[in-house]
Nanobody, 126 residues
């Protein structure tokens, strides 16, 4: 059974940086998977932040373009989210998600992924 474990969240001041990691425990390489990061702030809907495939398809939400960078190391079954120039509005619980490429490829930032992590909190103060 697939398990996703996020880490790297924390509290930073506006303009700071954080790097989130997500280790995926599966019986095969994540190279067949679309990996994505979502976030949800209190009282708000869940938002797709970034997604990536092993073939290089990368998508970002407009709100984070130019500030966040998604990457992955398929050999380590790990995906990362580098977050720079953080803003208070980035405060949220961040979740890692995964699903087979062929399922998520048409709308990777809004697809209902099958596998989710437990989340890691990111808090940005002004």
């Amino acid at each position: 059974q697939e398990q996703l474990v996020e880490s790297g969240g924390g509290s930073v001041q506006s303009g700071g940086s954080l790097r989130l990691s997500c280790i995926v425990s599966v019986s095969e390489s994540i190279s067949r998977y679309y990996m994505a990061w979502f976030r949800q702030a209190p009282g708000k809907e869940r938002e797709g932040v970034a997604s990536s495939s092993s073939s290089g398809d990368i998508f970002y939400a407009n709100s984070v373009k130019g500030r966040f960078t998604i990457s992955r190391d398929d050999a380590k079954n790990t995906t990362y989210l580098q977050m720079d120039n953080l803003k208070p509005e980035d405060t949220a619980m961040y979740y890692c998600a995964a699903d087979f490429y062929w399922r998520a490829r048409l709308r990777p930032l809004s697809y209902s992924y099958t596998y989710w992590g437990q989340g890691t909190q990111v808090t940005v103060s002004s």
